[in-house]
């Protein structure tokens, strides 16, 4: 565990960054912030996509670990009243990087004293919360340093992320596919518009668009009882000015797609195409479908987790690390998970005043005291899979 002295350097850190939250691809203090204590622990580094970082502390020849943090907040106007809430109007660290960047610190600080034979790179992640601000063909932060081939030839990845319905001192995970593939989607579906007195002319994308919805949740019905898998259709709009006797031209669709096995989803994929199909011979129009954004199933490898197993009982005990269900949230840890052995963990963070709050909604807190166990667990559990490749 670390230090009272490094503790409450981790509060500092982490408060400050809670107070001057900044969206994805956006995160230019932050990543000053984090550039600047990196200098003074004299760890060297490079940046990446402007706001990443990859800071490399190497010893000799050995293995290369991968420990990641991601930097960026949301835009949520925060709803919890304490000292240093987000100044910053719209924009709050509802999902944790705030402690996910402190504990990253933590650890980097921790392993400048710590001996091993090999290298740990410290990724210090822009935009893991989607693509809105991406430079590069709409990717994550995630996707575009795992693709970067900065990472290439590393034996294993580690994560960790905040749960703040969990308590402190808790570790759980999932092994296997733990997070599921997800996706947005927009729809067009471009009919024909008139008056709603001359049907005979007209080709209603309203109606059209309500068959749509209900015909993919059929698709998920027949999916869910054996593979977890859930469509929400989040967005609906014509494309025209509100009017009570006026049929547009044109509906469009705004949804996500989640599902836990990643052949499922591709099956998936291809049953929302063919409906689509089927739509547009039925009723004569034209429907566009557009995938905005993906991120694959999180890939957890059990042979890493038993690799871990002897840091996790000396930080948390054995009683307190669990393996619970597939979650069908989003992680793009998952393109660090595809690209080598990698295991990512959700660490207890629940506060005395919280039993509702899940990430991201605007009245979650988090436990800094789980910054302790999240910063050791980096820091040490690094060093252990070092040693178990060598």
Known sequence: ???????????????????????????????????????????????????????????????????????????????????????????????????????????????KDIPFEGTVKLVFQPSEEGNARSPEKGKSGGQIIAESGKLDGASAALGLHVHPLLPVGKLGYRNGESLANVSNFSIRINGKGGHPGAMEHVTDPVMISGHLIVAAQSLISHTAPTEPAVIAFTHVQSLAEPSFNVIPLTVLLQGSLRVLNIDTYQKLVEKLKQLIRGLEISFGCQIELDFSAYYPSLLNDEGIHQKLAAVQDRIFGKANVFEGAAQLIGEDFSFYSRLMPAHFYFLGAKTNENDTYFLHHPKVTFNEEAMKYGAAFLAEGAVDLINSFK
Do not use: W, Y
């Not at 982490?14 to 001057?20: D, E, G, I, N, S």
């Not at 994805?24 to 760890?43: D, N, R």
């Open 1 to 111: 565990m670390i230090d009272h002295q490094l503790f409450a350097e981790l509060v500092a850190i982490r408060r400050q960054l809670h107070q001057h939250p900044e969206l994805g691809f956006k995160e230019f203090k932050t990543s000053a912030l984090v550039q600047k204590h990196l200098q003074s622990l004299s760890i060297p580094f490079e940046t990446i996509v402007e706001t990443g970082i990859i800071a490399t502390l190497q010893r000799g020849e050995g293995p290369t670990i991968v420990l990641r943090a991601d930097m960026d907040a949301l835009p949520i106007q925060e709803g919890a009243d304490f000292d240093f809430h987000s100044v910053n109007e719209g924009v709050m660290h509802a999902c944790g990087h705030d402690l996910h960047t402190a504990m990253l610190l933590g650890a980097a600080s921790q392993l």
